[in-house]
């Protein structure tokens, strides 16, 4: 049976580094006060490979969120954006929204380098993609189909369209202007609660006590995934 007792940060503070983490482990009965475990542990003791899409609107906090969870977990990170088409870039800087057909090569592409990396011998990666839609979520979820060792989740930044609008207004130097924010709310479709393989986080808060909530879920997660398969 694990289990999994993570400190508690004060929120406001500095988070806690992935050494701080004391992540208290029950296995077969028996407990073993791991002092020493780490989000790093977590991230490449488990019985399963892991895909972390980190995902929502423009401005929602994913580049941040997700350098974050990469770090203290010792995976890889893909950073989504770098992996749209030089015409995506230009139609996204030029005011205009992505449709369909601009995604899907985008998001196959960003499926096969998370499918790359972890059969390379990675134990997961942490990926930024809006994934705005369901079918968008479900051309990443066809990666477990190929490799039932592996667990997709998706971690989505929960806010508001105005406070989106703020973030993205104060931003500099993005190609993705304040202008687009609106057109992302208008095709977005929340996850659902049949997506159960989603951790919605409330992103109005500081970055600070949302990076440390997510890697506590995300951790708690892993923990769960294992004990299960036990
Ligand atoms: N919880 C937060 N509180 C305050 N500011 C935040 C928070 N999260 C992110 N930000 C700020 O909002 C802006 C957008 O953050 P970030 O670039 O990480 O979002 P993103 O979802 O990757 O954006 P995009 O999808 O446009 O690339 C940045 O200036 C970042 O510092
Ligand atoms: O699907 C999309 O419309 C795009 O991926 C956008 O979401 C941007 O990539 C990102 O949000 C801004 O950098």
Not at 32 to 40: C, G, I, K, L, M
Not at 114 to 124: A, C, D, K, V, Y
């Amino acid at each position: 049976m694990m289990s999994f007792d993570t400190a508690c940060a004060v929120p406001g503070q500095k988070p806690p580094s992935a050494a701080a983490l004391d992540i208290q482990t029950v296995a077969n009965g028996t407990s073993h006060n791991t002092e020493s475990h780490s989000a790093t542990a977590a991230g490449q003791a488990g019985t399963h490979t892991h895909i972390w899409l980190v995902t929502g609107p423009a401005g929602c906090g994913k580049s941040s969120v997700a350098e974050y969870l990469a770090n203290a977990l010792d995976m890889p990170y893909i950073e989504g954006d770098s992996f749209h088409s030089a015409a995506n870039i230009e139609k996204m800087s030029n005011g205009i929204p992505l449709t369909d057909s601009d995604r899907w090569d985008w998001l196959t592409s960003l499926r096969d380098e998370s499918m790359r990396l972890i059969n390379e011998g990675q134990t997961g990666v942490v990926l930024t993609c809006s994934a705005l839609k369901r079918k968008y979520r479900d051309v990443i979820r066809v990666a477990a189909y190929y490799d039932h060792h592996l667990l997709i989740h998706f971690i989505y930044l929960d806010a508001s369209e105005e406070l989106l609008l703020q973030r993205v207004a104060q931003r500099q130097g993005h190609y993705m202007g304040a202008n687009m924010v609106h057109s992302q709310f208008e095709v977005l479709e929340r996850p659902t609660k049949n997506e159960t393989d989603v951790i919605t986080v409330d992103v109005s808060r500081t970055l600070g006590e949302v990076k440390e909530d997510a890697l506590a879920r995300v951790i708690e997660t892993m923990g769960r995934a294992d004990n299960d398969s036990q």
